[in-house]
């Protein structure tokens, strides 16, 4: 079993990873043991793996079962209203803890729920799915979706224990897998090299021994925990987490969330936020050909994609990071050396976007 330690918000909080970490004795954490544990649980984590969920729940205090359907329409604002009443009927009180346990639409609803209820009660993350583990479940930002857009209302919400079991994955399709592997890509990429050995060293059949994996999620989650403790609130380093992401969001955001997968948009993302770096003199060829060739070792980006470049770059503009009329990107001046704030011109854009 490995641990990686976040410090964000004023205190330090445990990340426990490994095989069998679900029954590590940080649960329940000492903060939160008063009064009443609502687990919120993925359906489909329930129906996969409930037995070993129950080992766990046997283990709190006051339990309460919330099953929750997956699907990014269940991460909405309306849906938290109803659980905040069902929370308050059920006796849940300043002192209860929620637990969530499913990927990260699970793990971000259940943290705005617990960011929300009271005034915020405490909070502990179970992240079932790879990206959930490297990245959603760490780091204290938690959203829901209004009709408007997605993850636009939300808080900052530290938990007090994150367990990332690697058992959980092996239920996982690695069509699901290949949106944590996006991340983890992207940590390597910006500044995690004992990430890209690792990366460079395996493939996707290799990848998902529990061993590997292991290694792959205390690195690729050691990384982040490491960026959010020096920037907690994206002040300024936390952006360069935000590689790939300008476009890659664009991109989903254009097609409408539908026929791409989160990994998929964000690995077109690093595609051509890497050939704007190398535009613009920043980082070498050869070292934007390596990281081209492990994005699609894993799987992503293979087949070439055709734009439509205006409307991609119309949805571009909403992005959070831009501010006084210019697009605004986190690149790469090396693999490992990140610059964030960059602003790239519209006519780069254009012949970038053309073909991912
Ligand atoms: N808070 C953050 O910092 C942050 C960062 C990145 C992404 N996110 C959010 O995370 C969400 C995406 O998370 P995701 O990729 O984990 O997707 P997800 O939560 O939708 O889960 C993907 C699918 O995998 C299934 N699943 C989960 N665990 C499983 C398991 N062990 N075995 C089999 N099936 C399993 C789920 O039922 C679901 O159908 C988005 O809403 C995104 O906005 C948040």
């Keep these: 079993m490995r641990r990686v330690d976040v410090t964000a918000g004023g205190r330090t909080y445990g990340v ?17 043991r008063a009064d009443g544990t609502g687990f919120i ?18 283990r709190s205090v ?11 329409d269940q991460k909405s604002y309306h849906h938290a ?27 971000d609803f259940t943290g705005y729920c617990a960011a929300g209820y009271m005034r915020g009660i ?22 829901v979706n209004i009709e408007a857009g997605k993850n636009i209302v939300g808080a900052f919400h530290q938990p007090a224990l994150v367990i990332a079991d690697v058992d959980f994955l092996r239920t996982l399709p690695w069509e699901e897998m290949k949106n944590g592997m996006a991340e983890t890509v992207k940590h390597a990429f910006i500044g995690e090299g004992r990430l890209l050995d690792l990366l460079r060293s395996h493939d996707p059949t290799t ?58 948009a964000v690995a ?10 190398r535009r613009l003199g920043l980082i070498k060829g050869d ?28 949805h571009m503009k909403f992005d959070k990071k831009n501010y006084g009329g210019s697009l605004r990107f986190a690149l790469l001046r090396g693999i490992g050396d990140p610059v964030f704030d960059q602003e790239v011109k519209p006519g780069l854009l254009r012949e970038v976007l053309q073909i991912l």
Excluded: W
């Design 16 to 32: 426990v990873i490994g095989s069998g970490a679900l029954g590590c004795d940080e649960f329940p954490p000492l903060s939160a």
């Design 41 to 58: 649980v993925s359906r489909r984590v329930m129906e996969l793996q409930g037995i070993r969920i129950a080992g766990l729940v046997e």
């Design 62 to 72: 006051s339990p309460h079962i919330f099953p929750m359907d997956d699907g990014e």
């Design 81 to 107: 209203e109803e659980y905040f009443n069902l929370l308050l009927k059920s006796g849940f009180s300043r002192k209860s803890l929620l637990v969530g346990v499913g990927g990260g639409v699970v793990g």
């Design 122 to 143: 405490g909070l502990v993350h179970i992240p079932t799915t790879l990206l959930a583990m490297v990245d959603s479940s760490i780091g204290g930002k938690t959203a």
């Design 207 to 264: 990848v998902r021994g529990a061993d590997v994996m292991e290694e792959l999620i205390y690195l690729s989650a050691g990384f982040k925990a490491s960026v959010v403790g020096k920037d907690e609130r994206e002040s300024g380093l936390r952006a360069i987490l935000n590689f790939g992401h300008t476009v890659g969001h664009a991109i989903e955001s254009f097609l409408n969330f539908r026929g791409i997968s989160h990994g998929e």
């Design 268 to 277: 077109r993302g690093m595609k051509a936020e890497l050939e704007i770096s």
């Design 287 to 314: 070292e934007a050909a390596l990281c081209r060739e492990i994005v699609s070792r894993y799987g992503l980006a293979e087949e070439e994609m055709r734009l439509d470049v205006e409307g991609v770059l119309e």
